[in-house]
């Protein structure tokens, strides 16, 4: 495997990933990333594309860059990532929860906007045929 292949530059990491360089820089300074630094370059291992995977899929789920960083730090636990897993399914179903909950009171919104959109057009109708009083 030759260099280019064990690294990436920022340019490529944000078009594998379509991350702008802004969010790298970001997960960095929150110690999410550990790119290596040549100067004022930035070189991403696999370790940092497999972290960075991570960190899109855990925002899109809802974890917040805490929750994130706490599970990953747990990868080196020395216990074959059981304790990882286990956390991981804790906030995963925590989450899950919320969203089902949200999920929920938006489809009861969604409803109730519905059964309003519906009375206005019936009220609109009444009143260009002139059934209104």
């Known amino acids: ?14 078009d594998s990933f379509d991350v702008t360089p802004r969010t790298l820089r970001f997960y960095e300074s929150k110690e999410l990333l ?3 630094r040549e100067g004022t370059r930035r070189l991403f291992t696999r370790r940092d594309r497999a972290r960075l995977k991570l960190i899109l899929r855990g925002k899109r789920f809802g974890f917040s860059l805490e929750e994130i960083r706490q599970l ?14 286990e956390r991981t399914y ?6 899950l929860a919320e969203m089902e909950g949200q999920r929920d009171e938006l489809t009861q919104a969604i409803d109730e906007l519905k059964g309003q959109i519906d009375w206005c057009a019936a009220e609109l109708e009444k009143r260009r045929t002139g059934a209104a009083a």
Do not use: N
Request: charged content about 25%; hydrophobic content about 35%; aromatic content about 6%.
């Open 1 to 14: 495997m030759t260099d280019t292949e064990k690294t990436m530059t920022i340019r490529e990491m944000c």
């Open 34 to 36: 550990f790119p290596i």
């Open 72 to 85: 990953l730090d747990l990868y080196h636990m020395g216990d074959a990532q059981k304790t990882q897993l």
């Open 90 to 95: 804790e906030v995963a179903r925590t989450h």
